[in-house]
């Protein structure tokens, strides 16, 4: 695959990466729950590969241009970088929905970054971690930075021109926020989750078969 082109996810990867990744969100809810004491459904309906600038036009609201952003680093088997994405005004509805009550604004100001890393954090590492063990590979996270701006900046990286594109849905007190999680990644480390996709793939056709004989 060349450096400044990018194959798309073929149907099978799209079908394996959404099964994975909804095991994974599923652990996060349950984290979740636990720290708020209140029911947390998380669902991730598609997946895809993009270029940054089309991951940023993606993200692009102009009535609401700013964004903000969870961002943890991994390295390991493959290595990149972890975004959890949300609207300004979809972060303040999370933030009331996880601290469970109505606040005045500059009271969710000061509780805004240390719930949002929070929350991220138990999204982020829930969804790469489980990943990497479903994989049966090994990542190591960083900690959490909470982070503001437009998708341009969001999806800049000196590493990567190609994210992995995930739209993640929540209801939490029965509030649906919409945000986005993505992975940006260079073409290496790209290629070997491909190949540990692949490899995925034919465990589960394997024992398909084995159950059918």
Do not use: C
């Not at 979740?32 to 998380?42: F, G, K, S, T």
């Not at 992995?164 to 029965?174: D, P």
């Amino acid at each position: 695959m060349a450096s400044d082109a990018f194959v798309p996810l073929t149907d099978l990867e799209r079908d394996a990466l959404a099964e994975l990744s909804n095991i994974a969100m599923a652990r996060a809810s349950n984290s979740l729950r636990q720290m708020i004491q209140h029911e947390v459904l998380l669902a991730v309906p598609s997946v895809e590969i993009l270029t940054n600038v089309a991951a940023a036009k993606l993200v692009a609201n102009p009535d609401n241009p700013k964004l903000v952003v969870v961002r943890q680093d991994f390295v390991g088997a493959f290595s990149g970088r972890a975004l959890l994405i949300f609207p300004e005004s979809n972060s303040l509805e999370l933030v009331r929905a996880v601290v469970g009550r109505e606040l005045p604004l500059e009271d969710i100001v000061d509780l805004e970054d240390e719930a949002l890393a929070e929350t991220g954090n138990i999204i982020l590492n829930s969804w790469v971690a489980t990943i990497a063990n479903l994989l049966k590979s090994a990542l190591k996270m960083s900690l959490p930075v909470v982070i503001r701006g437009d998708g341009q900046h969001m999806f800049e990286s000196h590493v990567s021109s190609l994210v992995l594109f995930l739209h993640i849905k929540f209801e939490i007190r029965q509030k649906q926020i919409g945000g986005y999680v993505a992975l940006l990644m260079d073409i290496p480390s790209l290629d070997q989750l491909r190949s540990l996709i692949a490899e995925f793939i034919g465990s589960v056709t394997d024992n398909v078969r084995t159950n059918e004989t």
